[in-house]
């Protein structure tokens, strides 16, 4: 009897070893160099202990003793050490399998073992479909209290900003379908200001969507959309003269052309035919002028063209650089705009985003201006931000 236990035992070992490889060949994957394989070796070694416990489960001749188990547990660890990452990547090299999915396991500074082998299974979940979701919520606020007989002067403030993005794609090898969605709202309070209450800050909704059919590697054609307004009013301070309200102003662009991807988190669209649109809704409180339109016009259309180049960089997992560079010309007007996000994590739930905002728009010359000039932003905020998947 136990000669035949250890026959038995012994097909199911190599069983457990078929079943473990053909995985591995179903699921390809591939680590970075410059990574460590810690993390997917362990992830290694759950496949093979699943499939274990499945011949386990199956096994109907006789019950494994306690000892055989652990000598099973320890022949798959034995596995796991052999069949490293490196080692099936060198195997699918040599076997010429084109385009193996790659997972980087980025480093981390304050993450543990089990949330970057969670980042790891919802990598490989990834490779079965085309389909890719992301949403980031960030929370941030700012304080400041003064009294009236503070030496330095100054007045009392209370800031808040709020940032919902989700994104959103389509992703094959041919074909991808990327789709964003951003929402900005911020608002103080300024003691100094006696006529409102609070003072919108930011106020942004934009839909961005972009369809890419691939004509030879890196380079695609291009089909683009965006949409961007405002929900909110915003005043000049101590002054009811409104700046910006709902839909007030509504910008559309719409372009046509190609996009350049030369290495990963960069792409640059070129679109020889462009379309804009800009639309006031109160024309009788914004002054229209103020955003390249004409005295007595509501809405604006523009045919030109249009460069698009955006870039994402995360040297380590804790900081995240995103940039968006446009421009658009109808070949009277110049239109530039230079958007750069670089958020700090701190902790799973606290970070702090550093945002610089420059803007040139030809056609925008300010009252008392007599040429239009840079337009800038910047902010730096620390609070709550959490990434849904």
């Not at 680590?31 to 070694?45: E, I, N, P, V």
């Not at 030109?304 to 010309?329: D, I, N």
Request: net charge neutral; with cysteine.
């Amino acid at each position: 009897m136990s000669k035949y236990r250890n026959i038995v035992i012994l097909g199911l070992i190599c069983a457990a070893i078929n079943m473990t490889a053909q995985q591995l060949y179903t699921d390809t994957f591939r680590l970075s160099d410059q990574q460590t394989t810690a993390d997917m070796d362990a992830l290694l070694l759950d496949m093979v202990s699943q499939q274990s416990e499945q011949i386990h489960a199956a096994d109907t001749v006789d019950t494994l003793s306690l000892a055989e188990l652990m000598r099973l547990d320890s022949i798959a660890r034995e596995i796991a050490e052999v069949d490293s990452l490196k080692t099936v990547n060198a195997a699918l090299e040599l076997q010429k399998i084109p385009k193996v999915p790659e997972i980087v396991i980025e480093k981390s500074w304050i993450k543990d073992e089990v949330e970057d082998r969670n980042d790891v299974l919802e990598a490989i979940r990834k490779m079965r479909s085309p389909w890719r979701r992301e949403a980031t919520l960030m929370l941030q606020v700012t304080q400041n209290y003064v009294t009236s007989n503070w030496y330095q002067g100054g007045s009392s403030s209370f800031a808040g900003l709020g940032i919902a993005k989700g994104q959103v794609s389509y992703i094959t090898e041919r074909f991808t379908w990327e789709n964003t969605g951003e929402w900005r709202i911020g608002g103080s309070t300024i003691s100094a200001d006696s006529l409102h209450k609070v003072n919108t800050t930011d106020d942004m909704l934009r839909l961005y969507s972009k369809a890419n059919l691939r004509i030879v590697p890196k380079l695609f054609t291009s089909l683009s959309a965006e949409m961007e307004t405002r929900l909110l009013p915003t005043y000049k301070s101590n002054s009811k003269e409104l700046k910006s309200g709902p839909f007030s102003p509504f910008r559309f662009n719409a372009a046509v052309g190609i996009d350049y991807k030369p290495v990963k988190g960069l792409s640059i669209s070129v679109s020889p035919l462009s379309y804009k649109v800009i639309h006031i809704m109160d024309t009788a409180r914004v002054k229209v002028t103020e955003y390249g339109l004409e005295a007595g016009q509501r809405t604006q259309h523009n045919i030109g063209s249009s460069v698009r180049v955006e870039y994402t960089w995360k040297p380590v997992r804790e900081v995240a650089l995103e940039s968006k560079f446009y421009m658009y010309t109808n070949y009277h007007h110049v239109e530039l705009d230079l958007e750069v996000n670089c958020d700090f994590i701190i902790n799973r739930f606290m970070s702090a985003r550093l945002m610089l905002h420059p803007r040139y728009d030809s056609s925008v010359i300010m009252e008392g201006d007599t040429h239009a000039k840079i337009q800038f932003r910047e902010l730096l905020s620390v609070g709550f931000a959490h990434k849904f998947r």
